[in-house]
């Protein structure tokens, strides 16, 4: 009995060592595994459950901050300012400007075709107040017959050929003694980008 005593013991302390060694290893291990981390620059406050009430506060507050920018943005749309830059905006993007730097020679080119209609014969067109904005281009004339304007390569026949005018129009005339005095305005046309 005493032989089976001694031998308890010794099995007692060889699993006390067994359960020692194993300790060790896992120290081991985790201190291995915090070295890697923290060669590899791993932020360690996130391994840690003290950080959990940290990030769920920074979480609510993040979460408050967007509820605030949220209200912050609807009110800016609902501004004024906001909708009259969405119109802006449609406009710059859906309508295309003339660039009147391309049109410039067209727009010299179609003054001397007008001006020389008729030029060597009685029926002469006289021009004057010929007037460009970004919209509309206009001009006074006189001639002795009506006929310069409408007939084929006459005034509006001639106009009709510039492709970047539309909207040809004549509001008036009148005849004052033997001559003609009239007004046409045309629009720059702006085509869809």
């Not at 595994?33 to 940290?54: E, H, V």
């Not at 909708?83 to 080119?109: C, F, G, M, R, T």
């Amino acid at each position: 009995m005493i032989y089976d005593g001694c031998m308890n013991n010794a099995d007692n302390q060889s699993i006390w060592w067994k359960l020692v060694g194993i300790l060790i290893f896992v120290i081991v291990g985790i201190w291995l595994g915090w070295g890697y981390l923290a060669f590899q620059n791993t932020d360690m406050s996130t391994l840690w459950f003290a950080s959990i009430p940290n990030k769920a506060g920074e979480i609510k507050k993040l979460n408050d901050t967007l509820t605030d920018k949220n209200d912050e943005l609807i009110l800016l749309k609902q501004s004024n300012e906001a909708v009259k830059y969405e119109i802006a905006d449609h406009i710059e993007n859906n309508i295309e400007h003339p660039i009147w730097s391309d049109y410039i020679n067209s727009l010299i080119q179609m003054y001397k075709e007008v001006r020389d209609i008729g030029k060597y014969s009685p029926d002469a067109i006289e021009l004057s107040d010929f007037v460009v904005d970004q919209q509309r281009i206009g001009l006074r004339g006189k001639v002795r017959r009506l006929d310069t304007i409408y007939v084929e390569n006459g005034v509006i026949d001639r106009l009709t050929r510039l492709n970047f005018l539309s909207n040809i129009q004549i509001p008036s005339y009148q005849k004052i003694d033997d001559v003609y005095e009239f007004q046409i305005q045309w629009e720059v046309s702006s085509a869809k980008k």
